[in-house]
């Protein structure tokens, strides 16, 4: 009766098992920021609002409609939310959504500065746990590199505290950094620490090249570029294992590197995910909160959002002039984060090329050795000669023409 | 796949048996999934379980009300195997959840 060969139970222990044999689900991943707010006041932050602030914290959905989000979510087939902020856990209700969220048979990504983690949450993460690694911002090894970011006294003790006590209930999370000129000097020590805690398998990851403010603040802006390193800098940073650096790029770009033509929506956005801010308002990324991309739940449901409206928007074409001579024939796209929702962050608009990240792909790939120093990738035409020898490590060849 | 961990369980065909509340069962484009609620359900902490067609036939039956007497009725009804192949691979899942702390006995 029980299929040859097969056991009663087929036990499935990674994200990426198959775990349907007809369609995937509609909804995979969903993301919840669940507050704007956060209880740090970070230099580079892209979204933060100060932790009391009443305006926000008055719009933000109440309990009963997350609650229903989610149940919507899991009736969709959705397997992990994320929660994420702002600080997700300044939200008073956050045990009830945890909780509520996992026994609706979710798994929970939480994305936490950990300032808050108190004795009872950690044991609320030992007993029930979130089933994905919670992911721990370390913003700087000494007190203060650390506040010198977050701008928050206290902050520094209670990122450690919060630690150590995740560390002490056996919970498992990774760890993670921003790069910024306070902690540039720490890199190091972060990282020898960072490699004693059981559940890093790899390196932690860093954000670098630091995104404008989601809500187009100019006065947040204005300091958020005062803090971004120079593409050079920056590729510098990412470049620093040199040999581990390149396997992985030429690996990369063999797969998923070439000119996108005036498709807009080369990325997976809204493909089997969607992401609801802290007023009910869904998108189709963290970062794509252009009016004409937008769902607000108030007035319909995540199944209309993923199954009807997602699509249209996807199909938006790139009409700029500029992106169509530049962007839609540049061969860099993929190593390039140019995407409609960074051309928002930075212009307001889906199809504006963004200069900043135009010149960190263009660093990025005279790094690499497929550019020269004058050139520019929309004007080449033997890319595809270039990325073939540069995926199978051909370097002096390349060298030849490049 | 290892056999779950070390507990002494005994399956009864008088048992009534139901899902544990330490977990929660979903359905997801016709699939089964488990998914652990409490710590120490799996052997690691992000593991999930599926059960195969047949093993879905019998879990939508144990709901703690019917003995598995009469679940091996209804299967033995539905399913042409010999009564002894359908008991042997009932009562295996049977031992093998309970094992797992995935189902309970009704007591």
């Known amino acids: 009766m029980i299929e040859q060969g097969s056991p009663y139970i087929v036990r499935l222990s990674s994200e990426k098992a198959p775990f349907w044999k007809t369609a995937k689900p509609a909804l995979m991943e969903l993301d919840m920021e669940l507050t704007e707010r956060c209880n740090n006041n970070c230099l580079h932050c892209c979204i933060n609002l100060p932790a009391d602030d009443p305006v926000a914290k008055k719009r933000e959905l109440p309990t009963a409609a997350i609650k229903e989000i989610l149940n919507e979510a899991a009736s969709l087939g959705c397997f992990t939310v994320r929660f994420t902020g702002g600080e997700p856990l300044l939200k008073d209700d956050f045990e009830e959504l945890y909780l509520y969220a996992r026994k609706l048979g979710l798994k929970v990504l939480l994305f936490t500065n950990a300032t808050l983690i108190t004795p009872p949450l950690a044991e609320l993460f030992s007993h029930i746990p979130p089933l994905v690694e919670i992911e721990v911002t370390v913003y700087g090894m000494k007190r203060t590199s650390y506040e010198a970011i977050t701008r928050s006294s206290g902050s520094f003790e209670a990122a450690w505290r919060g630690i150590n006590l995740l560390l002490e209930k056996k919970v498992p999370f990774v760890v993670k950094s921003a790069l910024l000129p306070p902690n540039s000097e720490e890199v190091e020590a972060f990282e020898s620490w960072a490699s004693t805690l059981p559940w890093m398998d790899n390196l932690p990851s860093y954000s670098v090249f630091f995104d404008l403010h989601g809500r187009r603040n100019e006065a947040k802006n204005i300091l958020i570029r005062d803090f971004r390193p120079t593409p050079q800098q920056g590729v510098e940073f990412l470049a620093r294992r040199r040999k581990k650096y390149l396997r992985e790029l030429q690996s990369f770009c063999a797969k998923f590197i070439g000119p996108p033509g005036d498709t807009l929506f080369a990325c997976g956005a809204g493909l089997g995910g969607a992401c609801v801010d802290a007023y009910g308002v869904l998108q189709l990324c963290m970062d794509l909160r252009h009016p004409d991309t937008v769902y607000d739940l108030g007035k319909g449901s995540l199944k209309e959002a993923v199954t009807r409206f997602f699509p249209e928007v996807r199909k938006i074409k790139a009409k700029n002039l500029d992106y169509l001579t530049r962007c839609a024939r540049c061969f860099l796209k993929g190593l390039c984060e140019q995407c409609p929702g960074k051309s928002w962050a930075e212009h307001g608009t889906l199809d504006t090329p963004v200069e900043y990240l135009c010149e960190i792909a263009h660093a990025q790939a005279r790094q690499l050795g497929l550019l020269e120093e004058e050139e520019m990738a929309w004007k080449i035409e033997d890319w595809r000669e270039r990325i073939q020898l540069f995926s199978e490590g051909r370097e002096n060849e390349l060298r030849k023409i490049c | 796949m290892s056999s779950g961990k070390s507990v002494d369980v005994r399956v009864s065909l008088d048992g009534l048996y139901m899902p544990s509340e330490d977990v929660v069962a979903r359905s997801i484009e016709g699939e089964l999934i488990i998914v652990p609620l409490v710590a120490g359900i799996g052997d690691m902490e992000d ?52 094992r797992r702390k995935i189902l309970i006995e009704v007591r």
Do not use: C, H, M
């Open chain 2, 47 to 98: 593991e999930l379980y599926t059960l195969n067609e047949t093993g879905k036939a019998i879990w939508d039956r144990l709901d703690g009300r019917k003995k598995l007497k009469d679940v091996l009725a209804e299967l033995s009804a539905e399913f042409e195997a010999p009564v002894g192949e359908i008991e042997k691979d009932l009562t295996g899942l049977v031992e093998e959840l309970l």
